[in-house]
């Protein structure tokens, strides 16, 4: 039998791009192709791509541009880009760079095989459709391989929202949900590979209404009937917009135990103004009065939010009207962003803020998030937590896991095994992790 074929995946951007890239994996699997972490030992290299801002996108560029000695030592190495900067360039990239076999984008990946057989044959292929048949029913079956303890799974995709700033709902197309019965199967299937934890995702998470019985079920009905998976034992999701967030979503929360007490819930700026010139459809007043919902439904709620700054029309009292709620609502954890313009987006054609001023306020907005991660990881230690045990760490005898709240724990103990989940008292906090003791 002839060797497979190795296939070389890089992944950027958010975490619906990790789950893709495991689907496209395995849709390639079908036709023969194993995985390689090495590049220069691949037959196929495919860049699973990010369009969110300009540097995501430039990067993809700069990263072809280094395959080039590859492709000169292997004339039958095949490179191809998918994702959201393949949806959004298409054939451009081909003309960009003419190295590039395949451009696939997030809604084709299921007719990946028949694309690699073109390819092969010495054709280019780009499909960058936003077809009507369900990729999901169409992938390729998965070998029923064991996975790791902690899983993604996609439960909608797409979105309807245009803020003002975003290239998603063009890169990703109309906001889907996936039917219930699917979801569940795909959950039941990865329990049964293995699987303690699992993520539900979507770029809108939280506006989930999937066909099931008997109507359409919300995002709260769903983690409900997921939690009666039996070796589940940890749920979680992302992303939420603020205006989808349901009151039983938020009751459930409180009562159900294994949705995990962490939420991610961007609102990119505390200035009402800026956030009715970013089409966001919420102020900052509605904003924290969730987040005060959230919290007596769950006190120790972990909050982690996404910001912009240097949005256009930012004033300096726009940008201290973010910095106070960022004191208001305090985060453990959050992600910051200097505006980025668009091509094609409402906002990219409006008079941007100057650079040296948005990075100002990026690094003084990223200095205050960084006291507030620092200061709630610190309010761990001394703390007995749960942890999920993900992987051996780098020193011998070391075990990496997640706590309840996303923290990464390191615990040092010959009993501690991957996928076990156990109690751990935190003895130290470092600078992105906690370190603590099997209790
Ligand atoms: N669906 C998610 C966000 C997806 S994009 C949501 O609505 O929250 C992830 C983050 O990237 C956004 O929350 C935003 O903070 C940032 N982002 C999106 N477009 C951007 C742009 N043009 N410039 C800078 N940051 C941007
Ligand atoms: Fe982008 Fe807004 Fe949709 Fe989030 S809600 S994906 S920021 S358009
Ligand atoms: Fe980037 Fe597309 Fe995700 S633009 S953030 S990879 S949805």
Same mark, same amino acid.
């Given at each position: 039998?002839?060797?497979?074929?190795?296939?070389?995946?890089?992944?950027?951007?958010?975490?619906?791009?990790?789950?893709?890239?495991?689907?496209?994996?395995?849709?390639?699997?079908?036709?023969?192709?194993? @995985?390689?972490?090495?590049?220069?030992?691949?037959?196929?290299?495919?860049?699973?791509?990010?369009?969110?801002?300009?540097?995501?996108? +430039?990067?993809?560029?700069?990263?072809?541009?280094?395959?080039?000695?590859?492709?000169?030592?292997?004339?039958?190495?095949?490179?191809?880009?998918?994702?959201?900067?393949?949806?959004?360039?298409?054939?451009?990239?081909?003309?960009?760079?003419? %190295?590039?076999?395949?451009?696939?984008?997030?809604?084709?990946?299921?007719?990946?095989?028949?694309? +690699?057989?073109?390819?092969?044959? !010495?054709?280019?292929? /780009?499909?960058?459709?936003?077809?009507?048949?369900?990729?999901?029913?169409?992938?390729?079956?998965?070998?029923?391989?064991?996975?790791?303890?902690?899983?993604?799974? @996609?439960?909608?995709?797409?979105?309807?929202?245009?803020?003002?700033?975003?290239?998603?709902?063009?890169?990703? =197309?109309?906001?889907?949900?996936?039917?219930?019965?699917?979801?569940?199967?795909?959950?039941?299937?990865?329990?049964?590979?293995?699987?303690?934890?699992? @993520?539900?995702? !979507?770029?809108?998470?939280?506006?989930?209404?999937?066909?099931?019985?008997?109507? @359409?079920?919300?995002?709260?009905?769903?983690?409900?009937?997921?939690?009666?998976?039996?070796?589940?034992?940890?749920?979680?999701?992302?992303?939420?917009?603020?205006?989808?967030?349901? +009151?039983?979503?938020?009751?459930?929360?409180?009562?159900?135990?294994?949705? %995990?007490?962490?939420?991610?819930?961007?609102?990119?700026?505390?200035?009402?103004?800026?956030?009715?010139? %970013?089409?966001?459809?919420?102020?900052?007043?509605?904003?924290?009065?969730?987040?005060?919902?959230?919290?007596?439904?769950?006190?120790?709620?972990?909050?982690? !939010?996404?910001?912009?700054?240097?949005?256009?029309? &930012?004033?300096?009292?726009?940008?201290? #009207?973010?910095?106070?709620?960022?004191?208001?609502? *305090?985060?453990?954890?959050?992600?910051?962003?200097?505006?980025?313009?668009?091509?094609?987006?409402?906002?990219?054609?409006?008079?941007?803020?100057? #650079?040296? /001023?948005?990075?100002?306020?990026?690094?003084?907005?990223?200095?205050?998030?960084?006291?507030?991660?620092?200061?709630?990881? &610190?309010?761990?230690?001394?703390?007995?937590?749960?942890?999920?045990?993900?992987?051996?760490?780098?020193?011998? !005898?070391?075990?990496? =896991?997640?706590?309840?709240?996303?923290?990464?724990?390191?615990?040092?103990?010959?009993?501690?095994? /991957?996928?076990?989940?156990?109690?751990?008292?935190?003895?130290?906090?470092?600078?992105? *992790?906690?370190?603590?003791?099997?209790?």
């Amino acid at each position: 039998m002839a060797d497979p074929k190795k296939l070389f995946i890089k992944t950027y951007g958010c975490q619906m791009n990790v789950y893709d890239s495991e689907r496209m994996a395995e849709a390639l699997g079908a036709s023969g192709y194993v @995985t390689t972490d090495r590049a220069d030992e691949a037959d196929m290299i495919l860049l699973n791509t990010c369009h969110i801002r300009e540097k995501a996108a +430039e990067k993809v560029y700069s990263e072809l541009g280094r395959f080039k000695p590859l492709k000169a030592a292997n004339p039958d190495l095949k490179i191809g880009v998918a994702g959201c900067v393949a949806q959004a360039e298409g054939e451009e990239i081909m003309r960009r760079q003419p %190295m590039v076999d395949l451009v696939v984008g997030p809604q084709t990946y299921h007719r990946l095989p028949a694309m +690699e057989a073109a390819v092969r044959a !010495g054709q280019r292929a /780009v499909d960058t459709d936003f077809p009507a048949e369900d990729k999901f029913e169409h992938l390729p079956k998965a070998p029923r391989a064991k996975r790791a303890p902690a899983a993604f799974l @996609t439960v909608q995709e797409g979105c309807d929202k245009f803020c003002a700033f975003c290239v998603v709902p063009y890169t990703r =197309g109309a906001e889907v949900s996936r039917p219930v019965d699917r979801v569940l199967r795909e959950a039941r299937d990865l329990v049964d590979r293995g699987v303690r934890e699992i @993520t539900l995702l !979507g770029q809108n998470v939280n506006a989930y209404h999937g066909a099931g019985d008997g109507g @359409t079920w919300g995002l709260a009905r769903l983690i409900r009937e997921l939690a009666k998976i039996d070796g589940l034992e940890r749920i979680r999701f992302t992303t939420s917009h603020p205006n989808d967030m349901e +009151e039983d979503l938020i009751a459930a929360h409180g009562d159900e135990p294994k949705l %995990m007490p962490y939420l991610h819930l961007p609102v990119q700026s505390g200035s009402d103004k800026i956030l009715k010139a %970013m089409a966001r459809k919420h102020t900052a007043e509605s904003y924290i009065r969730l987040i005060e919902r959230l919290r007596a439904a769950r006190p120790d709620l972990l909050l982690s !939010g996404d910001f912009i700054v240097g949005f256009p029309g &930012e004033t300096d009292q726009d940008f201290e #009207d973010t910095m106070t709620l960022v004191r208001t609502v *305090s985060y453990g954890q959050a992600y910051s962003f200097k505006y980025s313009a668009r091509p094609g987006t409402p906002a990219a054609e409006k008079t941007p803020v100057p #650079d040296d /001023v948005a990075s100002d306020r990026l690094q003084r907005l990223q200095g205050l998030l960084t006291e507030q991660q620092r200061a709630a990881q &610190e309010a761990m230690v001394g703390r007995d937590v749960s942890v999920l045990f993900e992987k051996p760490g780098r020193l011998p !005898g070391q075990m990496v =896991g997640k706590s309840d709240y996303l923290h990464a724990v390191h615990v040092t103990d010959p009993r501690a095994e /991957v996928g076990q989940i156990a109690r751990v008292r935190i003895k130290a906090s470092g600078p992105n *992790s906690l370190a603590g003791e099997l209790v």
